[in-house]
Nanobody, 120 residues
Framework: QVQLVEAGGGLVQPGGSLNLTCTTS????????MSWFRRAPGKERELVATFHIGGSTFYIPSVKGRFTISRDILKNQLYLQMNDLKPEDTAVYYC??????????????WGQGTQVTVSA
């Protein structure tokens, strides 16, 4: 089973930046698109950005222009550069295969996530 480890979260002021890193135990990047997801208190886990096989990317409208997703296949790592952070970005951020939300509900198959808190 592939292990997913997220890191890089923290407490920042509005307008600040963070760099999130996802490290996997397997080379899933070569066979699956990878995504960043987030779950805020009182909300469902949602897709944030996707890095597709071949290099194309997708962002939800609320983060487009502020977040950048990238990958390093040789390092088995996925990144999320977050700029101009807003309080509404506060959430636990997770990485996973792009289609993970199609799977069973619950935390099985997800890493521990990394907390991002944006507050003055």
């Amino acid at each position: 089973q592939v292990q997913l480890v997220e890191a890089g979260g923290g407490l920042v002021q509005p307008g600040g930046s963070l760099n999130l890193t996802c490290t996997t135990s397997g080379d899933i990047y070569t066979i699956s698109a990878m995504s960043w997801f987030r779950r805020a208190p009182g909300k469902e886990r949602e897709l944030v950005a996707t890095f597709h096989i071949g290099g194309s990317t997708f962002y939800i409208p609320s983060v487009k222009g502020r977040f950048t997703i990238s990958r390093d296949i040789l390092k088995n790592q996925l990144y999320l550069q977050m700029n101009d952070l807003k309080p509404e970005d506060t959430a636990v951020y997770y990485c996973n295969t792009a289609g993970r939300l199609r799977g069973p509900k619950g935390d099985d198959g997800w890493g521990q996530g990394t907390q991002v808190t944006v507050s003055a």
